[in-house]
DNA sequence: GTCTATATACCGATAGAC
DNA sequence: GTCTATCGGTATATAGAC
């Protein structure tokens, strides 16, 4: 493996635990096992590497997202398969979590992945809810676009109100009440 | 205003802004213009004044948000009314915020606060949503307890959209996707 | 109670040899 | 490309005078 994707992936990780600003060039480092001087070499500083880490997470993030969202079944059934995903919940989201740091946002090439990101996904899934209200699977009283966002903004709240409990539960709880609101929602 | 408030209060307001990891001893000092010493008097260190400012912070978050939910009106009305609250989106939840810092997180007496506003929000709102089945006005399809993790997790998840946005656009749209699906629940 | 001085470690980066 | 040395600054306190 290049040092390069040595020093991303790792810098993806330690942003996901410990955010930008937890994060140090030095615990890059250590954790790639490539030395301070190489670190410099290929990158100009811990901005740099920040920004090409959000990049790769967010391509991989949106990948995984579209392996739901594409598949079979119905449009509620896709957004359900979406939202039910395997999620090592307690880990939180690695692109929202970004959303959180004040040097992240003020900072336009580490908040640009971020917003793509989300741009794209809440657009993916309203897309699928105008697809569902147009063959008549969803009743066409709630906007997708507005509908989209609080699906994304379910899974993202989620996320918090599972680490704020440090259990699972909340996050299981908030998806179960968003599809059942969603299914009374269908097209009779 | 006695010294240890100036402390808790630019404690409060540097946590809400920073975070946990990026707020230092030396950054409250200067902003509450109390000196090093008198600060490690009155507090043993960083944690110790980071719990006082996170209880505080709880106690007001749950003052405004009862405001709202005791309010006049159905119980829809009244989610919709705590929904609706104005808010300044792109600032974010300061008791949110803080359950993404990992030191956070690991610190019961930090945590404590933080799970203990989202049991109480979320209780509160079933409890409301209970009360509006009871009395005919809300579907009784949905589970209570379901429902409000899903509002509150809107709530969270719109901040996190807003800041990742630079824009509150997406917060409004998610809050209203989710009152959107709630009325249409709503007994007929 | 508040002040200044001091301490150890880490932060984020640069310099220059190899 | 990678290494070690070095840098000015900050993080998070502790010590002891006043």
């Given at each position: ?9 790792s ?57 739901d ?23 939180g ?10 040097d ?41 676009a ?10 993202q ?20 009440g ?11």
């Open positions: 493996m290049a040092t390069q994707d040595r020093l991303i992936e810098t993806q990780e330690l942003l996901w635990e410990r955010g930008y600003v937890g994060t140090s060039p030095k615990a890059i480092q250590q954790r790639s096992g490539v030395g301070q001087g190489s670190m410099y070499h290929h990158f100009t500083g811990k901005p740099d590497l920040a920004a090409a880490a959000l990049r790769r997470s967010a391509a991989q993030l949106r990948a995984v997202a579209e392996a969202l594409a598949g079979p079944g119905t449009a509620y059934e896709r957004i359900a398969a979406y939202l039910h995903r395997e999620r090592d919940v307690l880990r989201c690695r692109i929202g979590r970004m959303a959180q740091d004040p992240v946002v003020a900072d336009p090439q580490l908040r640009a992945p971020v917003e793509e990101t989300f741009d794209w996904l809440r657009g993916r899934i309203a897309g699928l809810i105008a697809e569902g209200q147009a063959a008549g699977e969803l009743g066409a009283a709630a906007d997708p507005d509908t989209a966002a609080a699906v994304v903004a379910v899974v709240g989620g996320y918090v109100l599972a680490r704020a409990a440090d259990s699972a539960e909340p996050f299981e709880r908030a998806v179960r968003a599809l059942g609101l969603l299914a009374a929602h269908r097209a009779d």
